[in-house]
């Protein structure tokens, strides 16, 4: 009877190989990571943007997102990454009221995901009843918010004058 194995020279080669498609293969692995929850994060802001749309022509009233600290009241200072709220402003002052509905909360981007806004965006969206985005004043309402990850490329999610939003892929680099 004959044991069949592997020699010594066998065993350290697959070691070797498997060493390295190992060293190859995790750091691609979290580039993809890194990467997925970077879009993961921009398309839920492009959702809750148009569900924000969609939500003020269904209640025929203006519809803010603005971004928030505390999941409570609008925030004048800080960033989108901190959270947003989106609510049924009936009163159009922009300010979350006791008898305004608050329709929906996000918190903290996390993972190191930054999201920043242009001027026009830079603390809250409002959406008309007819789905159109202005400023509470009246004035026209668009911009480009930028999702951001460290060593990724930037996600521009830009807010046309209609109202409509969509995702651009840049090739500029996180900060």
Request: hydrophobic fraction near 40%; proline fraction near 3%; glycine fraction near 8%.
């Amino acid at each position: 009877m004959r044991c069949t194995g592997l020699s010594l020279l066998e065993l350290l080669a697959a070691i070797a190989i498997f060493s390295l498609v190992l060293g190859f293969g995790v750091p691609s692995y979290r580039d993809w990571i890194a990467a997925r929850q970077l879009a993961n994060h921009a398309e839920y802001l492009v959702e809750t943007l148009n569900q924000a749309r969609s939500e003020a022509v269904k209640r025929q009233s203006r519809v803010n997102l603005c971004k928030s600290i505390d999941g409570r009241q609008c925030a004048a200072a800080g960033s989108w990454s901190a959270g947003w709220i989106m609510f049924e402003d009936d009163d159009h002052d922009g300010n979350i009221d006791a008898a305004e509905r608050i329709i929906r909360l996000a918190g903290p981007a996390g993972n190191g995901i930054t999201v920043t806004a242009n001027h026009p965006l830079e603390s809250y969206v409002s959406y008309t009843n007819f789905g159109y985005a202005r400023l509470l004043n009246g004035a026209l309402q668009m911009g480009t918010f930028v999702v951001c990850k460290p060593g990724q490329q930037a996600i521009d999610v830009v807010l046309a004058n209609s109202g409509r939003v969509r995702l651009s892929r840049t090739r500029r680099p996180c900060p």
